[in-house]
């Protein structure tokens, strides 16, 4: 267990889980980006539930990956598992854990062969298939089961409809803050200035089809690869996604003809473990494959990805990008280079490298705009540019409004001005997508909102207060200003005090305090700052 030392957040993941189940929310959610350890994380939750007596059900939706999670937990946890796929089967096995293909648990057959409180907690890795009819037969037969999720960040679609079977969100740790803490590489994401036209691809169970897009892609390859060469896909170990087999295959060949080392792996490969392990080997520059790679597969070495197969699912592209975020100092690895296209479609919905941290639509265009001047440019930098600019535009928007707020003789702060106050921008985008988050704010969350100096009848739901009341705890742990010093400076006609100190704004008040509460000689509030904040 010493090479599986939990990592802070991941025991953070564990406890929260285990407390989920423990306050009778029974279906639960883990939220992690490709890279952070999900597998370890379950493991150490299915170890803590077997300890206690229980027996346990991980739910994978392809066959393949069974072996392979076993696997994992045994080198995790030491537990062993009884295996349920086609012709194997764990009945009259010791084991307490079971890895299962829902193709197979879901048969009625199958299922008929388990009393319905056979086990006692359910895991299902990768969630976001957990809405299709198969997982639920299974769930359905287990209904008394505990069950956890398992998904890479969702988008706000794939919120609402796992919102339709699980209860809560127990944990979730956003790329952004993986990068941040040092646990996943800089992303680093340049535009390449070649427009590919999706105009005429039509839609297949809510995304692009692919049959389609391989046929639209076809004429620009040649192109893609002399972007690729011109890129430095020559000095990198890429990863190239594709919407078809024969689109892989022939785009294998045309980076051979270019004079890169290229391979190419589909379900069909016979040789397909001798070809990733020479790609891990760095034997080959460039990879192609048709959408095989985004389970399952681990090569940190890789520090290029291309995404020719353009989807509408965060899921998917945060998966296929994911196979280059991980950390690989043994080869001198210092980000990710994330080449993206300027795909022309008629929709407005299709996944950019700003949708992997933007915390809103409005910021994710913002950051898509920026990129657009074909420079490589790191994801976070341009982040923090974006939201900056948006922040702006709302403040323009919303400054009458505001200015009316400071006016009222109101004792408590106004949420959408604490909202412009402290920067968040994902308050201002919040959308529910649990059922209790829809509810109305309960008597104790307006109790501590009011508390907090917040004015609560304009909190419209459950779990915008149960957002803001977190901003607030956090904001007190790092010695923020609190929402009345806002509201008292800002009426004063101080700017971003969401940004100050606790510190610096009582400071402030005693100096307008001792002077009459009027703000003090050779102070302008319109472009004061306190040190470290910007202006």
Known sequence: MGAFELRPYQEKAVSSILGEWEGGRKRTLLVLPTGCGKTLVFSQVAKRRVDDGGRGLILAHRGELLDQAADKVMRATGLGCSVEKAERTGEGEWFRLTVGSVQSMMREKRLARFPKDWFDFIIIDEAHHAVSESYQAVLRHFDGADVLGVTATPDRADRRNLGAVFDSVAYEYALPEAIRDGYLCPIEAQTVPLSIDLSAVRQSAGDYSAGDLGTALDPYLERIADEMLAAGCAEKRTVAFLPLVSTSKKFRAILEGKGLRAAEVNGESEDRAEVLADFDAGRYQVLCNSMLLTEGWDCPAVDCVIVLRPTRSASLY????????????????????????????????????????????????????????GEPMLLGEVEKAAEQDVMAQREEALANELKEMRNRKRKLVDPLQYEMSIGECDLAGYVPSFPWEMAPATDRQKAALEAAGIFPDSIECAGKASLVLDKLAKRRSAGLATPKQIRFLEGKGFRRVGEWLNSDASKMIGRISSNGWRVPRGVDPASYAPEGVRP
């Open 318 to 373: 945060q998966q296929m990008v994911g196979r280059g975020t991980r950390l690989s100092p043994e080869t001198g690895k210092e980000r990710l280079l994330l080449l993206d296209f300027l795909w022309h479609t008629e929709r407005h919905d299709l996944c950019r490298p700003a949708h992997l941290v933007a915390s809103t639509p409005e910021v994710a265009d913002a950051m898509t705009a920026r990129l657009e001047s």
